[in-house]
């Protein structure tokens, strides 16, 4: 039997119908951690669809495409001049803890610093760009970070000690505009760390995961100085 093209196109159109309810009814049944991302079903996607993408490829193991939706996300924010204030800081941290896990710390560096330039009172985007200051060898950088940080957090015993322990292996390294000069306390630094945000939980269960390769006596390479201060913590 020969079909017109009406006939064909009153076919198709309650078959396409059928094919998108198979497609949301499947993404309501499936797990949160198993659905797919939701810019498949929408189309379009959005900065809050594409973080949420981000995180659920990272929940499963996928971190290249995570690293692709956290990225498309800071590029929507561009493209749409997105003001800076009202960005989403979590964006480019959760990159950023990304990057620092593969070891990639010049991107991680890049992330974290973002998230501070858009959330400056964010405490652990500080506290993570601190610690990879610290592994890339800019000990000013990662000083003046973590001097901030141990003033906001001097009401908060356990995390001020953990900072305290952080900068006592930077004593020798000076401020800017402090060489020759030994002051109590750095200019601006109270009105400063008064604006941080303190969130010690997430402090303390995001620092940069340390090598997990076993090395022979004779491979053995010298510890750097985050290395050598949580040997002594362990010590």
């Given at each position: 039997?020969?079909?017109?093209?009406?006939?064909?196109?009153?076919?198709?159109?309650?078959?396409?119908?059928?094919?998108?309810?198979?497609?949301?009814?499947?993404?309501?049944?499936?797990?949160?951690?198993?659905?797919?991302?939701?810019?498949?079903?929408?189309?379009?996607?959005?900065?809050?669809?594409?973080?949420?993408?981000?995180?659920?490829?990272?929940?499963?193991?996928?971190?290249?495409l995570a690293i692709n939706a956290y990225r498309s996300a800071i590029e929507l924010e561009e493209k749409t001049l997105v003001l800076p204030s009202e960005r989403d800081p979590d964006v480019p941290f959760n990159l950023g803890l990304i990057y620092a896990r593969q070891g990639k710390l010049a991107e991680a560096r890049a992330a974290f610093q973002r998230s501070v330039e858009v959330d400056p009172s964010g405490f652990k985007a500080r506290y993570q760009l601190a610690l990879v200051d610290l592994k890339l060898g800019n000990l000013v950088a990662a000083k003046e970070q973590l001097t901030l940080l141990a003033h906001a957090a001097s009401n908060h015993p356990e995390t001020h000690s953990h900072i305290q322990a952080l900068l006592a292996t930077l004593e020798s390294v000076p401020l800017p505009g402090q060489q020759g000069k030994n002051p109590a306390r750095p200019p601006a630094v109270e009105s400063e760390a008064a604006k941080l945000l303190l969130e010690p939980q997430k402090t303390e269960t995001a620092a940069l995961p340390t090598a997990t390769e076993k090395k022979g006596p004779e491979e053995e390479k010298p510890l750097s100085l985050l290395q050598r201060l949580r040997q002594q913590e362990r010590d």
């Open positions: 039997m020969v079909m017109n093209r009406q006939q064909i196109g009153r076919q198709a159109v309650p078959l396409g119908l059928k094919t998108v309810g198979c497609l949301l009814s499947l993404a309501v049944a499936m797990p949160a951690h198993a659905q797919p991302p939701m810019t498949l079903l929408t189309g379009e996607p959005t900065v809050a669809q594409l973080k949420e993408d981000g995180a659920r490829y990272l929940q499963m193991g996928f971190h290249t």
